[in-house]
């Protein structure tokens, strides 16, 4: 799912794949 957090856009960053 797309949600527009601190954590998952560092995530999304960190594991483009996601």
Known sequence: ???D???LR???E???KK
């Open 10 to 12: 560092s995530r999304k």
């Open 14 to 16: 960190n594991d483009p």
């Open 5 to 7: 957090s601190p954590s």
């Open 1 to 3: 799912f797309e949600v």
